[in-house]
């Protein structure tokens, strides 16, 4: 863009030369762009007036000198012996301060003086400013991202490396627990390998939540094979309707019959729907209803890309999601405020997690192609739908 810059200014002052003098990052004055007429890059820059670039610096005010040999004003402000017979210097100021310098001159071109119409010349710098202060923009924020990239690297290296150290030492607890449960005890002793168990249980179920989002989010694509989804929906809902039993809710399934065979992976969808689902069991009261269903799109909203797609949606009566929250809710590591603690205690059932699940299940239907809203009212439930093109 700089060199375009400079090529425009040649052709439109009939200058022989064009330089954009710039800072660099150490706050020095480098010549950034030197072009001839012709547009070709220059390789020395001899009979630059340092004394114009001086002037130009402490007044920030454009310096046009139309004859140097005659010019009186500005008599022994520059030597006589330039070659230069007309010379144009500008600075360009971004936010008010001082970014570098246009400079232009007819270098060996006697009797040809500069066309200069100063102010579409002024008009030329404003516009010249802003887009050289885009560009910065946009640089800067080229840098910012590579540095947010590679922070998330570093925290997806990190959370892998952690949440692997955790699992090791959890399988060992595990099998103490199971030691300690056939053995026969006191009832008090008993009470504390139950609380023993319930505390390994929770901490089994954050290093899970952290290894899943942490395989999911690092994959660029994933491998799929044609399932029917009744297949994975039957096994989410017998383990819903197993972990839910004794807080006396109703699980239902509504699957459309003949619903075709879609594209899946199937260990990663199985994994969203039960986080899904558990979620759905979190944050309903006892006795509350949740509904596990699947369907062709019926609605616009449900298409991609203007086709039709398998709708997945988990429905619960819960105490929902309040407005507000609704925009964060997809977000890694985000936990609402003040949310219901059921009363039957069951650890599973608390909101204890890390606040994984619904970013981990986001991911999952982006690898398929997918995508995933929610629908929620405060106090009256939630229902989460998932979109999967019929075909990849």
């Given at each position: ?45 001899v009979s630059i007036s340092k004394s ?46 001082f970014y570098g310098f246009i400079y ?249 997690g890390l606040g994984l699940g619904l ?34």
């Amino acid at each position: 863009m700089e060199q375009e810059i400079i090529g425009f200014i040649l052709e439109y002052t009939g200058g022989s030369r064009g330089f954009l003098i710039k800072k660099d990052e150490m706050g020095n004055f480098v010549y950034s762009v030197a072009l001839d007429e012709s547009g070709h890059l220059l390789s020395n820059y001899v009979s630059i007036s340092k004394s114009i670039l001086g002037e130009v610096f402490r007044t920030r005010k454009p310096l046009y000198i139309a004859d140097v040999g005659k010019d009186k004003f500005l008599e022994g402000f520059i030597t006589r012996s330039s070659e230069s017979f007309s010379i144009y210097c500008a600075p360009l100021l971004i936010d008010g301060n001082f970014y570098g310098f246009i400079y232009i001159d007819n270098y060996k071109a006697p009797q040809k003086p500069l066309q200069i119409n100063e102010d579409f010349i002024r008009l030329l710098m404003i516009q010249i400013s802003v887009s050289l202060k885009n560009a910065l923009q946009y640089k800067d924020l080229r840098e910012k991202s590579k540095e947010i990239q590679s922070f998330h690297k570093l925290k997806s290296k990190f959370i892998n490396i952690v949440s692997h150290e955790l699992n090791t030492p959890l399988s060992a607890l595990k099998s103490y627990v199971n030691r300690l449960k056939k053995l026969k005890i006191e009832n008090d002793d008993n009470n504390t390998v139950e609380k023993i168990e319930e505390s390994v249980n929770k901490l089994s179920y954050v290093t899970n939540d952290i290894i899943n989002f942490t395989k999911y989010s690092l994959l660029k694509t994933i491998e799929k094979s044609f399932f029917r989804i009744e297949d994975i929906l039957n096994n989410v809902y017998e383990e819903a309707v197993r972990i839910s039993l004794e807080r006396h809710m109703i699980i239902k399934r509504e699957i459309e019959p003949n619903l075709p065979l879609v594209p899946m992976n199937w260990e990663a969808v199985y994994l969203m729907l039960k986080n899904l689902v558990l979620n759905a069991i979190r944050f309903t009261k006892d006795f509350g209803t949740i509904i596990i269903g699947a369907r062709h799109s019926t609605f616009q909203q449900e298409e991609i890309n203007g086709k039709e797609t398998l709708v997945i949606y988990v429905q619960d009566n819960g105490i929902g999601i309040p407005e507000a929250e609704l925009k964060n809710v997809f977000q890694s590591f985000y936990e609402m405020n003040d949310i219901y603690s059921h009363s039957s205690g069951y650890v599973e059932f608390r909101s204890s997690g890390l606040g994984l699940g619904l970013a981990t299940a986001r991911r999952i239907a982006e690898l398929h192609n997918g995508k995933i809203w929610i629908n929620s009212k405060e106090n009256e439930g939630t229902t989460v739908f998932v979109a999967i093109p019929l075909e990849q």
